[in-house]
């Protein structure tokens, strides 16, 4: 799909030429034409909003002019700001997180299925990641389509999931052995390890789209609500491998000044690890959200 109807043209000085190409099957566009580091119109907003919604997580290169200032007002047309609980966040910006790997960490922030901040009463909605500096190779980041992998399950399962409620808790990827907290990220000084539990349903329905998907994921959810770990385990795990089955999802080749923007409340994220020796650093801002129904 390319798009380059009269609405594309956003910001004043952006032709109109702004083109929206989707990256794999299931999600992920990349879109060129925009210039985010400049206010969006209204029109460049509504154009910018559809494509997340359409394609769960959208890409956009080269915005060499996106000072923490400007990568928070681009978020915050979105919604408010989160400000982590338990990473500490730029300084003066508590609400970007610089996420980091020095040459020499073993350790990965985000390496791991994930969907940002479900751990909370009210998950985030999307998060703005922009590349400061990346390696000459490796260091993608995985998506996942969760409305995709629901869509794919046999009517039995889906029956079977519909009432389903499930516990996620930040106990587990933010206490000290938790992959997120090994990671050399300032970490705050709130624990996690008695981070409240929070219910969500097992299938969300989007509130934008109205599109049902699943809303669980390896890093934050523990099990379902009403029964133990163990009992949640087998059908956790198969879900957990069925959502992340290549055909639900997309991979994101970072060049420096890219933005990547996610939304959480369909898609899982991975940042992967396969870059010993060299340095990554992300900005990112997250943007609040609703309570999952
Ligand atoms: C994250 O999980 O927010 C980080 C993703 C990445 O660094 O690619």
Not at 143 to 152: D, H, K, M, R, T
Not at 175 to 183: D, E, K, N
């Amino acid at each position: 799909m390319i798009d380059t109807g009269p609405s594309a043209c956003l910001n004043s000085q952006m032709d109109n030429s702004i083109t929206i190409l989707p990256i794999a099957g299931a999600l992920g566009a990349e879109i060129s034409g925009i210039d985010l580091s400049q206010p969006l119109s209204n029109a460049g907003f509504d154009k910018v909003h559809q494509a997340l919604l359409d394609h769960q997580v959208i890409f956009l290169r080269d915005q060499p002019g996106l000072t923490p200032e400007k990568q928070k007002a681009f978020a915050q047309s979105f919604g408010t700001l989160n400000v982590h609980p338990y990473v500490t966040g730029m300084s003066g910006h508590p609400e970007l997180l610089d996420i980091i790997k020095e040459p020499d960490d073993l350790t990965n922030f985000g390496g791991g299925w994930h969907s940002d901040m479900s751990f909370q009463e009210k998950p985030a909605l999307g998060s703005v990641l922009y590349a400061l500096d990346v390696p000459p190779y490796g260091g993608d980041t995985l998506f996942a389509s969760q409305i995709a992998a629901y869509e794919a399950l046999s009517d039995g399962m889906k029956t079977m999931l519909a009432g389903l409620r499930a516990v996620h808790s930040a106990s587990q990827e933010y206490s000290a052995r938790g992959t997120s907290a090994q990671a050399r990220q300032s970490m705050s000084s709130t624990t996690a390890e008695a981070a409240p539990e929070y219910e969500h349903p097992v299938v969300r329905t989007h509130p934008e789209t109205g599109r049902k998907g699943l809303y669980i994921n390896p890093a934050f959810t523990l099990r379902f609500a009403g029964m133990t770990r163990k009992e949640s385990r087998p059908l956790l795990s198969f879900l957990f491998e069925h959502s992340r089955e290549e055909r639900f999802t997309c991979r994101f080749r970072w060049s420096r000044h890219a933005v990547a923007f996610w939304d959480n409340r369909c898609c899982w994220h991975y940042a992967l690890n396969d870059y010993p020796g060299y340095r990554r650093h992300m900005r990112r801002a997250t943007i609040n959200g609703d309570q999952p129904f």
